[in-house]
């Protein structure tokens, strides 16, 4: 990690460093850091229970992964957001169980074909957060940027960053996630992190507007029953009177 000690509302990383000591070039599993043939597991102790992390929403399906060569001498780094599935906004100190499966291959050889060795790595962590620790105001700023950048990926890091810690001041920013169909994913995350009036009626529409069955729309569903706020019982009724085939809208429904 960065550091041991971070403000609240500040985002929190795991870095993973790979590096190749070897004589020859490796080929290395290449996935998305979220989504479940990553390799990766990380619980931290504020989690219900054990759980690795997932794509959006932890929907099983199929993966796209590939490869990547990792030259002698060389290293790679993937960092994972622990915001973004942890509930680690409250002052206190986390630890965090971390582990690795990394399958690798040399170069010479077919990587999608034969077998593949599986480097494993487990590890403990511990961070605090705390309530003296003050983060620069500024300090949101060039996560806002990149929600311009020319790189794809590095919009929707910026997208799935903001929506995790959700700063209030980007409240305005935030709201427009549902208008954006690349980063429309992370609308839900995002108002329901703000938990304000605005942001929760923001959530209620889009529950409203998008197809049912999608992501946005069932993590929306869901999130407005986790509020435990009774005026959206109507529109999850009414969600789950419609789409009766899909079982977590009625389950929001009953919540």
């Not at 795991?14 to 290449?30: A, C, H, I």
């Not at 305005?172 to 429309?184: C, S």
């Not at 938990?195 to 569903?221: Q, V, Y």
Request: proline share 7%; glycine share 4%; with cysteine.
């Amino acid at each position: 990690m960065e550091k041991s000690t971070f403000a609240p509302g500040e985002p929190v990383f795991l870095y993973f460093e790979v590096t190749n000591d070897g004589p020859k070039s490796v080929n290395l599993l290449q996935a998305d850091p979220y989504s479940f043939c990553s390799g990766y597991q990380v619980s931290v102790s504020s989690d219900p229970g054990l759980r690795s992390l997932c794509g959006p929403g932890g929907i099983a399906g199929s993966c796209l992964s590939s490869k990547v060569a990792l030259q002698p001498g060389k290293k790679r780094i993937e960092r994972i957001l622990l915001n973004f599935e942890h509930n680690i906004s409250a002052p206190s100190d986390y630890e965090v169980d971390a582990v690795r499966h990394l399958d690798h291959l040399g170069t010479d050889v077919d990587y999608f074909k034969a077998t593949k060795d599986t480097l494993e790595v487990r590890t403990k962590l511990n961070f605090r957060v705390d309530q003296n620790t003050e983060s620069n105001p500024m300090a949101f700023q060039p996560w806002v940027n990149q929600l311009k950048s020319t790189d794809p990926e590095k919009r929707r890091e910026a997208a799935r960053t903001l929506a995790s810690v959700a700063p209030p001041s980007l409240e305005n920013t935030l709201l427009t996630f549902a208008d954006n169909p690349e980063i429309r994913q992370f609308a839900p995350l995002a108002f329901y992190r703000l938990n304000t009036p605005r942001s929760m009626a923001a959530m209620a529409d889009l529950l409203r507007k998008a197809e049912p069955g999608t992501f946005e729309h069932i993590k929306s569903a869901d999130y407005l029953a986790e509020s435990g706020d009774q005026q959206w019982f109507p529109l999850l009724r009414e969600v789950a009177q419609k789409n009766a085939n899909i079982s977590s809208y009625v389950d929001d429904a009953a919540e």
